[in-house]
């Protein structure tokens, strides 16, 4: 029985999951989680990208010495956008910058000012957001850029490190916004206008290609497994999509619910249309020829930074409890406005936003819950009204994986709002698709489709169905509050204007 390890990490944890196959089932075990986070260092927030490469170490460690694993597959999967910057001799020049942080705040503004958005989405196929790759690098300092040999993305840096070997895998370019989405290569023209040429990228890879094995200097220095480096789809939403277990007919929707959420659907062919522009739709790569057509929504974060604020003193399902039992929609709230990302007190700014729109604020920590789940559930109602319309295709089924697939109350309030059956789960889908990827390149899977079907047999899958509203749909009224209190192009894009 071969063993698979998937190194699956967030923006406020990472962890080393165990994945082997059984007849026709999937085992997974925890090996080695641990923290994640930026600190304000040099001038921005920045990765501690050293911390994650020690604690990846450390859990190859524990999977030999403790589980007994002479031997192993492995493939890593994090968030998008960020990178580092290589020097000459081979080594990062700074620790990588934080999507979070404050430099791109106005850049999307700066860049458009020579080509269009529309000329830019047509190009690339992927939405405005301020901290997608391109515009950090408009703003990267130039010092640092004239200094770099190399640019490589997150995932694909963790890779480098511990073989050696560096490359750019596709579903986590596309994220860049520099990708051509017809040519499927860099786009020449967005990369001169960020002072980098194509030449600085590693060369594009597919999900699924072998990297090679763990360099000598650490295998020497450490008592880890024998493992093979496998680049399987490392953006995790990319992976969260091959790991969620849909069947049958594409009538289904995905809902990646974790820090951030992304919904969307998997398409053969990218949308990028004058509508999918309009409503700010991204046509993100994903493995196996197929795209992810999502939106970002601002997700299970702000739920963490209330958390994190009363000192965590209450659990997630506490949280989600005492939510329930607040009367619901009291307030409508445009999660995606960019004073969500990042700001100092999450809970002062969530109620200077209702106290600016004249609303009532909400002060416990179930009725700031409450305010979260009941908007993000009209969100996901919305996104899903507009997904039907730009792809011409009903949606019977939206498919919730992740974290965020744990909260009943936030499933219910989906699904009544949006009249549509919930499939959710499961909660570890990430890594189950980088687990996936893993095993079909090693042929002990033949291809998605059969992952996915051992997926669903293999994990307990929760199943949610409309049930009647007790007060008028508050979809209408939140689409006019949206309409009347936002400056937007289009009425659910504040993240990235």
């Not at 890593?76 to 979070?100: C, E, F, H, M, N």
């Not at 300092?141 to 997150?154: G, P």
């Not at 040429?197 to 072998?210: I, N």
């Amino acid at each position: 029985m071969n063993n698979y390890i998937a190194v699956d990490i967030g923006a406020s944890s990472g962890r080393l999951m165990l994945g082997q196959l059984s007849g026709n089932k999937i085992r997974i075990k925890e090996l080695h989680r641990f923290d994640n986070g930026f600190k304000f260092e040099n001038g921005h927030d920045r990765w501690q990208i050293d911390h994650l490469i020690d604690e990846i170490i450390i859990g190859l460690e524990k999977a030999k010495q403790k589980y007994n694993i002479q031997d192993a597959y492995l493939g890593i999967d994090t968030w998008a956008v960020d990178y580092v910057l290589i020097d000459q001799a081979g080594d990062k020049l700074d620790d990588p910058i934080s999507y979070r942080d404050s430099r791109t705040k106005d850049t999307v503004a700066k860049l458009t000012r020579k080509y269009s958005k529309e000329y830019i989405y047509k190009k690339t196929g992927i939405q405005f957001l301020d901290f997608n790759t391109l515009y950090q690098l408009f703003e990267e300092d130039k010092t640092n850029l004239k200094k770099a040999k190399s640019i490589i993305m997150i995932p694909d840096y963790i890779g480098y490190r511990l073989t050696g070997k560096a490359v750019t895998e596709v579903t986590n370019a596309s994220t860049t916004q520099m990708l051509n989405l017809r040519e499927g290569l860099f786009d020449s023209e967005l990369l001169s206008e960020v002072n980098v040429t194509s030449e600085m990228f590693p060369p594009l890879v597919d999900a699924g290609t072998k990297l090679g094995s763990i360099k000598e200097d650490i295998t020497s220095k450490h008592d880890i497994p024998n493992c093979q480096v496998i680049t399987v789809a490392t953006h995790d939403t990319a992976s969260a999509v091959v790991g969620t277990p849909a069947s049958g007919e594409n009538n289904w929707a995905f809902l990646s619910s974790g820090t951030w959420s992304l919904i969307g659907r998997e398409l053969n062919v990218p949308e990028n249309g004058s509508m999918a522009f309009n409503e700010n739709y991204t046509n993100e790569w994903g493995a196996y020829g197929t795209y992810r057509f999502l939106k970002n929504i601002m997700g299970m974060w702000i739920v963490q930074r209330i958390k994190h604020e009363y000192q965590d003193r209450f659990g997630f399902a506490e949280m989600a409890k005492l939510a329930s039992e607040v009367k619901p929609f009291q307030q409508y709230i445009d999660l995606n406005d960019e004073r969500f990302i990042n700001p100092k007190s999450m809970i002062h700014e969530l109620q200077c936003y209702c106290k600016e729109t004249n609303q009532i604020i909400p002060e416990t920590i179930g009725e700031l819950v409450s305010a979260i789940y009941c908007n993000l559930s009209l969100m996901y109602a919305r996104e899903l009204e507009k997904l039907e319309e730009i792809t011409h295709k009903p949606i019977h089924t939206l498919n919730i994986v992740g974290g965020g697939s744990n909260v009943s109350y936030l499933n219910q309030l989906t699904s009544n709002l949006a009249n549509v059956n919930i499939a959710a789960g499961p909660s570890e889908a990430t890594a189950l698709g980088n687990l996936v990827v893993q095993m079909i390149t090693e042929n002990d899977i033949d291809d998605l489709a059969e992952a996915r079907e051992i997926i669903s047999q293999s994990f307990d899958i929760g199943f949610f169905q409309p049930q009647p509203l007790s007060q008028k749909n508050p979809l209408t009224d939140y689409k006019k509050f949206l309409k009347e209190n936002t400056n937007e192009e289009n009425s659910s894009n504040n993240v990235s204007q």
